[in-house]
């Protein structure tokens, strides 16, 4: 994919690595490093992978780390071409708005996946090394998570910026109040959160009794869960883009 077959995407991707919101997406996706180091330092070489990157990963990561990434990210791609009034030049014909929508989603999956990623098997690396333990099924399983949290939260937060200005505060309630508490200790509300099919397809990959989800979900019934609110936040986004003046 070059720069003439998707220009709104290269176009994000490039203020994304060049402003101050790269920085921020880093320093979330390194605090389970963070963390490795603090154990490492407490407990030297006898320390468990699981019940250190793995246990903080569906507790931490998941529900509060990688919805953060997703909201900095996906609530820029957008919102700071209406900020700055450049968003009518990029939507002008013949450029479908569907595919501007599309683009922009990408820009917010490629740059949050690969740096949640690229940090998370950093620490995954760094632990195996000083355990002497290279756990396969964990290693994917953070892979294939972060994958799918940053696809499912970029698209809901890009339709999110499309409906209000103030995101960033709505985004961060959410994440807060939402997925990290009430989902939490709320069963019924568990089925309602993105927090609960990543966790369950998570779960499902390490297949371990110490690390599992309660109400747990199939790992086909949360892929199907997932893609249905990307394709529908998706849609709906294109819809409120082709309703808006940009005049």
């Known amino acids: ?21 790269i920085r921020v997406v880093a320093v979330l996706a390194a605090v389970p490093l963070l963390l490795g180091f603090i154990e490492i330092i ?22 509060t780390l990688l919805p953060l990434i997703a ?12 900020t700055d009034r450049t968003l009518p030049y990029l939507v002008l014909k013949p450029r479908s708005r569907f595919r501007f929508i599309n683009e922009k989603v990408l820009a917010s ?12 098997f950093l620490a995954w690396i760094i632990l195996a ?11 994917v399983g953070i892979v294939v998570a972060s994958f799918l949290a940053i696809v499912a939260y970029s698209a809901a937060f890009t339709l999110l910026s499309l409906l209000i200005t103030r995101v960033l505060m709505a985004g961060l309630l959410y994440v807060l109040i939402w997925e990290t508490l009430l989902a939490r200790f709320i069963p019924g509300l568990r089925l309602l959160s993105v927090r609960h099919y990543v966790q369950s397809v998570y779960a499902q ?11 747990q979900s199939a790992v086909s019934t949360s892929l199907i869960v997932l893609g249905t ?6 849609v709906f986004s294109w819809l409120r883009l082709q309703q808006m003046d940009l005049d």
Do not use: C, H, K
């Open 1 to 21: 994919m070059n720069s003439d077959s998707a220009p709104v995407f290269w176009l994000t991707a490039r203020q994304f690595l060049e402003g101050r919101s």
């Open 205 to 215: 990959i390490l297949d371990d009794a110490s690390i599992g989800v309660s109400q």
């Open 129 to 139: 090394i000083v355990s002497g333990n290279f756990d396969g099924e964990l290693i």
């Open 229 to 234: 609110l990307v394709i529908i936040t998706i």
């Open 109 to 120: 999956v490629v740059i949050g996946s690969l740096i949640s990623i690229a940090l998370g």
């Open 71 to 82: 909201l900095i990210l996906a609530s820029s791609a957008i919102g700071n071409e209406i």
């Open 42 to 63: 407490a407990s030297g070489t006898d320390l468990q992978m699981r019940g250190i990157l793995g246990q903080s990963f569906i507790e931490l990561t998941i529900p």
